[in-house]
């Protein structure tokens, strides 16, 4: 009797467990319409849809004119880099960051794109 109570027991609480996961475990699918031409289907798909990196747009941060705290917000950058950075100003090319003492050519193709004069 007390091996019968003990699986319909696990059976229970499995079932429970399942009826509350179960609205997640399903998929929901957007519909979709297809046009004829494919220049039209993309000029009809919202940004969000269309292919390419994931990424928001982002102000860029000007090496010359930014506060420490803005520097700071880039990736790699931290409370020291940031004064040697403000120190080195001003900037004629994107560049010059490389002869900021921390700023090696890794960090400096991460920063690239996020920096501007």
Do not use: C, H
């Amino acid at each position: 009797m007390k091996r019968w109570l003990s699986t319909a027991y696990v059976v229970v609480v499995l079932g429970l467990g399942l009826a509350s996961l179960w609205p997640n475990l399903s998929v929901r699918f957007a519909p979709v319409e297809l046009k004829a031409s494919p220049t039209a289907a993309s000029a009809s798909v919202p940004p969000a849809l269309k292919p390419g990196p994931a990424l928001p747009e982002v102000d860029k941060v000007s090496l010359n004119t930014a506060s420490q705290a803005e520097l700071e917000s880039l990736p790699g950058i931290g409370p020291a880099l940031a004064q040697r950075i403000i120190e080195g100003r001003p900037y004629r090319s994107i560049d010059e960051l490389d002869r900021i003492k921390g700023v090696g050519s890794k960090l400096l193709e991460r920063l690239r794109p996020l920096v501007t004069l």
